[in-house]
């Protein structure tokens, strides 16, 4: 069985992305604007997705990184 790790051109859908960060929908868009989530591509009109590869290196980047107040800093 393949995993989205295994495959890091996989492009994941708001639903997986939700799942995988356990942000909700709003938080992570406030955060893309922010530059502090990473963005999406664009699909179709009116779908967007991201890339795999980019949201498990943001996870992985989490261990250096600490919130305080809403705001991300590196410790």
Request: some cysteine.
């Amino acid at each position: 069985m393949t995993t989205v790790r295994d495959d890091p051109r996989r492009i994941l859908r708001l639903p997986d992305v939700l799942e995988l960060t356990g942000l909700s929908r709003a938080v992570i868009y406030e955060r893309m604007s922010r530059g502090e989530f990473p963005t999406t591509v664009q699909l179709g009109l009116r779908a967007v997705g991201w890339r795999a590869r980019d949201v498990y290196d943001w996870l992985d980047g989490l261990s250096d990184c600490h919130y305080t107040r809403g705001a991300m800093s590196k410790s």
